[in-house]
């Protein structure tokens, strides 16, 4: 649960710097960073084992079988992220590349705070 907690502050933390860089992210505070994050986080327990195995069998398991399979989870994590944006009217991304970067910032951060942390 611990862990759990500090994955969502550390995420929103990250939102909010990425919607300050990105001019195609937008985010009203850190109030909805941290709503944002929690629907990030419920929406990835709840879909990316199903959005990750949909993309394996879409790409024949290509990326899974030369090792790559973070880039099949990281598209999935980016297909979260739309659809927290529709979840939320503070938190908008235009276009799907920058839930792409969004994704590839928090699957970075997120490994280095494992990696330190935990």
């Known amino acids: 649960m611990f862990q759990w907690l500090i994955h969502i502050i550390i995420d929103a933390l990250v939102l909010l710097a990425a919607a300050n860089m990105m001019s195609k992210v937008e985010l009203k505070g850190f109030k909805t960073a ?11 327990f709840l ?21 790559l399979g973070f880039v099949t989870r990281v598209i999935a994590y980016a297909i979260i992220i ?4 529709k979840f939320s009217k503070d938190f908008k991304t235009v276009g799907f590349l920058p839930s792409l970067w969004l994704a590839i910032l928090l699957a970075i951060v997120g490994g280095i705070v494992d ?3 935990f």
């Open 34 to 44: 941290i709503l944002v994050a929690l629907i990030i986080g419920v929406l990835s």
């Open 47 to 67: 879909l990316s084992w199903l959005l990750t195995g949909i993309l394996n069998v879409a790409t024949l398991g290509i990326f899974y079988f030369l090792g």
């Open 82 to 85: 739309e659809i927290a944006d």
């Open 115 to 117: 990696a330190i942390l």
